[in-house]
């Protein structure tokens, strides 16, 4: 037992000394992700990102990811476990805006960068970068109440009750239905952002047989369409996000009226390139850095076009087809298919 | 003194892992020492009452599937009481719901007879359910003194505040009641359900109170969500599964009648140092959770060879 201690202590020591190395000229910056939602493309794909960029900034050398499904508490032990890590930055996708104040002030206590992506944080000093939610609802909600010409029934499907996103995107789709008071929500259901539970819940209210104008759906959208096209019910338009196997639906599927809207998941790569730029004394005026969303539609030449310039068929189906976030990421479409960060074993 | 060894073995033999991991975690990161045992202790602490909690149900013969929800319940209700009136009742009352939802599984399970897994999976679903009804998004807020209460130390540095009220909130309500008629009891029914009762066990009964004690358990561990997080979360968090691990790995058989609760508790220790281990190594993420369900076969498959051996001697 002793013996086999020891040696599983060596190789542990082995393995934590043989990536640091020598980084030459260059500074070499650890940093350190969390994120609390594994399995998901959007997730995955914001994770990706971060590798990339990683890999691309010449002044990181080592990145330490904490990927897992947990909750807030769990997001605190990951948090702290990086501190002790002895990361000089922090780059996390937040389960909540106050729950995790405690560990990030200490880190900022102890000189660590602190960048919150897709979702912001209370903690004084920490920076956000994140794409503004209540507009991608209000924006795609906005076109679906127009082209129904500001009358008719519509399915509001959501992602997870209590998420701040989808807390956020529900206020701008409530603030589109202010404007639109002839729109009426037969049904609102939470897919939890899961696709089979999404597919499933479409399969149950086509089966019910109540009539419905259009779909507007929280990023659970190519098997919506395939829930339609399956059970042979006539096609409404629907509004999901810009993940590949939507649009693609969007360019393809016969009769299919609809709109993507942007919501990159590489935020998580201009989350590392900010911390990067902190880091070497270029810190950004505001705290807050928005990235506001666009609208892909199909129902002009103009839409269509669009569309079709942004497909890649080595994208995974479910990842979003904004692979980068103009003026903050660096990497090219391989480096973040390939999903490869520095000093990671 | 031998006696003793081979009456405690297996948690000694988990003291001795414990303490051989914090040493690989001081080799991998030496200026890992009492802060990062501070911030170990205190992410245990959901935990370990989970475990707490799960490891009584399981002595008894049981098992409750529904100890994360019930957290989920208890933390929401904290944050929701603590916002509107004072600390010390608010905190009374939710120790009272977590108590009460659990005798309400345990009168569930002996009332109905349906097996113990099928009601308290659907008492999942019911709570989580009613943590939503309570509170709808994260939110709500706690008690100033409750989140100062779990950081720092005390009395002297070193000692983490997490750690003592891990090892105080569960010492006084286990010690009493394993050494009293209802601690006996319990194991009884665990051991042998029909002898137990033939002896003049209140069977029954004993699987409610069981069950309470279960519930009451997930009361502090939802208390110490709040208390962690500041705020309270209607989502239950990943407490069902890994306070099952730790009860296996602490050496409480599956089926009921043996094992105590220090060793689940030393279990819970363990599987937080893994991950803190696997952090600082910088292992890919996808890998972290097959090595933690590895190292946690691996170490439940030694420890029954080991004890089969000494058995047999």
């Known amino acids: 037992m002793k013996k086999l201690l020891t040696g599983a202590a060596a190789l542990a020591i082995a393995a934590t000394l043989a990536p640091a190395g020598f980084a030459g000229s260059h500074k070499a910056y650890t940093i350190g992700v969390s994120n609390t939602v594994q399995g998901n493309g959007w997730r995955e794909q914001m994770i990706c990102a971060m590798r990339a960029q990683a890999l691309v900034e010449g002044d990181v050398s080592n990145l330490i990811v904490a990927h897992r499904n947990t909750d807030s508490a769990g997001q605190l032990e990951d948090i702290n476990n990086l501190i002790e890590a002895g990361v000089d930055a922090i780059v996390l996708n937040p389960s909540n805006p106050d729950a995790l104040n405690s560990a990030l002030e ?21 920076y956000v970068l994140s794409n503004n939610q209540e507009e991608y609802a209000y924006l795609g909600a906005k076109w679906l109440f127009e082209q129904l010409g500001g009358s008719g029934d519509v399915v509001y499907m959501r992602g997870i009750a209590g998420v701040s996103a989808d807390t956020d995107r529900d206020n701008g789709f409530k603030r589109a239905l202010e404007e639109y008071p002839g729109i009426n929500v037969v049904h609102e259901v939470f897919t939890g952002w899961q696709q089979d539970q999404g597919k499933q819940q479409m399969f149950d209210f086509l089966a019910t047989g109540i009539p419905f104008d259009g779909v507007w759906t929280s990023g659970i959208d190519n098997v919506i369409v395939d829930a339609f096209v399956e059970s042979g019910a006539p096609l409404v338009p629907i509004v999901g996000a810009d993940n590949a196997g939507f649009v693609q639906y969007l360019s ?14 590489s935020v998580g790569g201009a989350g590392i390139a900010l911390a990067v730029d902190i880091l070497n004394g270029e810190a950004p005026d505001s705290q807050t850095v928005l990235v506001d969303p666009v609208l892909w539609e199909n129902t002009t030449e103009e839409g269509q076009a669009t569309i079709a310039a942004a497909q890649n068929p080595n994208l995974d189906p479910e990842w979003p087809v904004s692979v980068t976030v ?8 391989e480096q973040i298919i390939a999903c490869e960060g520095p000093g990671e074993g | 003194m031998s006696a003793f060894v081979r009456k405690h073995g297996w948690t000694l033999g988990l003291a001795l892992l414990l303490l051989a991991l914090t040493v690989v975690t001081r080799l991998i990161q030496p200026t890992f020492g009492v802060n990062g045992f501070e911030s170990l202790a205190r992410a245990a602490l959901p935990f370990a009452f989970a475990t707490a909690g799960m490891a009584v149900v399981v002595i008894v013969g049981g098992i409750d599937l529904s100890v994360a929800s019930m957290m989920a319940v208890t933390g929401v209700l904290a944050a929701v009481l603590m916002e509107r009136m004072a600390g010390v009742p608010a905190l009374v009352i939710v120790l009272a719901a977590g108590l009460v939802m659990g005798l309400i599984n345990g009168a569930l399970i002996v009332l109905t ?11 999942l679903f019911v709570w989580e359910g009613t943590a939503l009804l309570i509170l709808e998004t994260p939110g709500g807020a706690t008690a100033d003194w409750l989140e100062a209460s779990i950081r720092g130390f005390f009395p002297v540095e070193g000692i983490p505040k997490a750690l003592l009220i891990i090892g105080g909130a569960i010492g006084v309500v286990w010690l009493p009641i394993r050494r009293s008629k209802l601690g006996l009891s319990i194991y009884a029914t665990g051991s042998d359900e029909r002898a137990a009762f033939r002896s003049g066990v209140a069977v029954g009964r004993t699987k409610i109170a069981a069950y309470g004690l279960c519930g009451l358990f997930c009361a502090m561990g939802g208390l110490s969500l709040a208390a962690l997080t ?6 239950p968090g990943p407490y069902l599964l890994a306070s099952v691990a730790a009860v296996v790995l602490g050496g409480v058989v599956l089926g009921g009648g043996k094992g105590g609760l220090l060793g689940p508790l030393i279990a819970v220790f363990i599987l937080r140092i893994i991950r803190t281990i696997l952090t600082l190594m910088a292992i890919d993420p996808n890998v972290t959770t097959i090595v933690e369900g590895t190292i946690m076969v691996a170490v439940v498959m030694l420890g029954t060879w080991a004890t089969t051996r000494g058995a047999r001697r």
């Open chain 1, 106 to 126: 200490s880190a900022m206590a102890q000189d660590i960068v602190v960048v919150a992506v897709d979702a912001g944080v209370t903690a004084e000093g920490a």
């Open chain 2, 113 to 123: 007879r349906v097996p113990d897994i099928v009601v308290t999976l659907a008492m």
């Open chain 1, 252 to 265: 393809e599927v016969e009769g299919l009226e609809g709109a993507a809207v942007t919501n990159p998941g």
């Open chain 1, 326 to 333: 103009p003026g903050w990421t660096d990497y090219t479409m």
């Open chain 2, 230 to 235: 500041g705020i309270g979360e209607p989502v």
